[in-house]
């Protein structure tokens, strides 16, 4: 029989031995098995998963790892709205918006490269609508702006600042 554990973002394969009529064919399509699920796992992303949340009375999914964190020292006698948690495993971008509260950036591995613009580049990236879905995101790619639609954005990078962590 095969097992396939899955712990704290890692992997472990284990095939235990096999006996009798046909192991081959069985072990063949377990490690085709184990293949697919591996290349899965380079897929993983959970965007935002509450494990404190201060503002929402509903429990938080991922409650039972409060007891895990450890506070920052400057932070212990601050009151923290919410505490998230987002994961992956392969490169990924998020649009460039503003957040509604104060952020601490903690990688556990990994790197990640954050672009900060300053308040008054605000009209250079192009706010979505207020009252619209996603309120808090710009309209322009970044990657790909077209400049012909937003012409102020040509501008933005001037006012930005890239910050890169590694973990």
Same mark, same amino acid.
């Given at each position: 029989?095969? /097992? #396939?554990?899955?712990?704290? %973002?890692?992997?472990?394969?284990?095939? +235990? /031995?096999?006996?009798?009529? %046909?192991? *081959?064919?069985? #072990?063949? *399509?377990?490690?085709?098995?184990? /293949? +697919?699920?591996?290349?899965? #796992?380079?897929?993983?992303?959970?965007? $935002?998963?509450?494990?404190?949340?201060?503002? *929402?009375?509903? @429990?938080?999914?991922?409650?039972?790892?409060?007891?895990?964190?450890?506070?920052?020292t400057f932070l212990v006698n601050k009151e923290l709205a919410s505490i998230n948690l987002w994961m992956n495993r392969a490169r990924s971008r998020s649009s460039t918006h503003y957040d509604p509260h104060h952020n601490l950036l903690c990688l556990v591995? %990994? &790197?990640? $490269?954050?672009? #900060?613009?300053?308040? &008054?580049? &605000?009209?250079?990236?192009?706010?979505? @609508?207020?009252? %619209?879905?996603?309120?808090?995101?710009?309209?322009?790619?970044?990657? *790909? @702006?077209?400049?012909?639609?937003? /012409?102020?954005?040509?501008?933005?990078?001037?006012?930005? $600042?890239?910050? @890169?962590?590694?973990?």
């Amino acid at each position: 029989m095969g /097992t #396939l554990e899955i712990m704290k %973002g890692s992997y472990h394969k284990g095939i +235990s /031995t096999f006996s009798g009529h %046909g192991d *081959n064919a069985k #072990l063949s *399509n377990l490690e085709e098995i184990q /293949t +697919s699920v591996l290349d899965a #796992l380079d897929l993983i992303y959970l965007a $935002q998963v509450p494990i404190v949340n201060q503002e *929402n009375k509903e @429990p938080c999914p991922l409650d039972m790892l409060r007891d895990d964190l450890e506070m920052p020292t400057f932070l212990v006698n601050k009151e923290l709205a919410s505490i998230n948690l987002w994961m992956n495993r392969a490169r990924s971008r998020s649009s460039t918006h503003y957040d509604p509260h104060h952020n601490l950036l903690c990688l556990v591995a %990994g &790197c990640k $490269q954050v672009v #900060l613009w300053p308040p &008054c580049a &605000c009209h250079m990236l192009y706010p979505m @609508p207020i009252f %619209g879905e996603a309120s808090n995101h710009s309209a322009v790619d970044l990657v *790909n @702006p077209d400049y012909s639609l937003h /012409t102020r954005a040509i501008n933005s990078d001037g006012y930005s $600042q890239k910050v @890169p962590s590694s973990g």
